[in-house]
């Protein structure tokens, strides 16, 4: 079996990046000492890209003005994409930074969207979640990984999408428009939501079977193709995009599964070849698409060198080769 490796240069390359960027590097890549990666983690809330989505926090601890869209969005208008500038994608962008959750910036940020952030839908509570199953995930995800310290509860949420499990084991935010089969990407969104809280809270066992029944959906199917015709779901999955927001791709999909921490499962060994074989001759990969839709700045470019998808490739495939 092939492996693949870091090397030095692509460490350094790796390491001369944004702070989120080097501190991700340092533990996932370098191992280095617990209190290295701390200095350089804390470091996201006052420089590089966390300080800037930081800086553009509303007075009332809103981005843009609104919890999923922003608050001058235009229905039915010729925008293209959706809007990424909101609450929850800025959030969810912090996150995969690594900002620190006890940082006094995300201490406060969460607190002032407990009190004052309602969803578009019914304007719901923002931590009390809304309708769909692919925004409550996330919304999970966010309230455990922040919330722990500012007291936030999602639990009830929780309960809500544990009811709302599908017969092949995972999630749609279609349910309410009939459908009856799970979705890629809104499975993902809310196995993402349920491991987090698992990690703040201990979870329970009606949680971890239901996440391993999400996992088992896409294991059965490669994290890549039908069930019933063996076809890929969409060519867009086998892109891999930084930030990926609610949008599923194969990388997205093989980093939640080495996140559990659990042995890889041979069934998403054509996923992880898929990845390998999109390294470039020097040690890089690129950024294969970017979701269209308002930002506030660009992390990277398409077609060009990324970091961020450099080093989660790497770090899925040392998660891989572990086991050769």
Same mark, same amino acid.
């Given at each position: 079996m092939p492996t693949t490796t870091a090397s030095e240069a692509t460490i350094e390359w790796l390491l001369s990046g944004d702070p989120a960027i080097r501190w991700h590097t340092l533990a996932d890549l370098v191992h280095a000492p617990a209190a290295e990666v701390a200095a350089e983690r804390a470091r996201v809330e006052?420089?590089?890209w966390g300080a800037d989505l930081l800086a553009r926090?509303?007075?009332d601890g809103l981005w843009a003005g609104g919890a999923c869209f922003p608050g001058d969005y235009e229905w039915g208008g010729d925008?293209?994409?959706?809007?990424?500038?909101?609450?929850?994608?800025?959030?969810?962008? +912090?996150?995969? +930074?690594?900002?620190?959750?006890?940082?006094t910036s995300a201490q406060a940020a969460v607190r002032r969207i407990a009190e004052n952030g309602r969803w578009e839908h019914d304007h719901q509570p923002y931590?009390?979640?809304?309708?769909?199953?692919?925004?409550?995930?996330?919304?999970?995800?966010a309230g455990s990984y922040f919330g722990t310290a500012a007291d936030i509860d999602v639990t009830p949420i929780v309960d809500r999408v544990l009811g709302e499990r599908l017969?092949?084991?995972?999630?749609?935010?279609e349910v309410e428009n009939g459908s009856v089969r799970s979705s890629f990407h809104t499975t993902l969104d809310v196995l993402d939501g349920l491991l987090e809280f698992e990690r703040a809270t201990g979870g329970t066992?009606?949680?971890?079977?239901? #996440?391993?029944s999400g996992e088992e959906f896409l294991l059965q199917r490669g994290l890549m193709r039908r069930l019933s015709t063996g076809e890929v779901i969409d060519e867009q999955i086998l892109d891999f995009a930084f930030p990926f927001y609610w949008r599923f791709d194969v990388l997205r999909a093989l980093d939640y599964f080495r996140d559990t921490g659990a042995t890889p499962d041979p069934r998403i060994a054509e996923a992880v070849e898929l990845v390998r074989s999109k390294q470039r001759p020097d040690?890089?990969?690129?950024?294969?698409?970017?979701?269209?839709? #308002?930002?506030?700045?660009?992390l990277e470019r398409v077609g060009e060198p990324t970091r961020w998808n450099t080093l989660r490739a790497l770090r899925v495939l040392a998660w891989w080769d572990a086991i050769a």
């Open positions: 006052h420089e590089g926090e509303d007075p925008e293209p994409g959706q809007p990424w500038t909101a609450t929850m994608h800025t959030l969810q962008t +912090l996150q995969l +930074l690594g900002l620190d959750p006890t940082s931590f009390a979640g809304e309708v769909e199953p692919c925004i409550n995930g996330r919304t999970i995800q017969e092949d084991g995972g999630w749609n935010c066992d009606a949680i971890r079977e239901a #996440r391993r040690g890089t990969w690129i950024l294969d698409r970017a979701h269209p839709g #308002r930002v506030y700045f660009d």
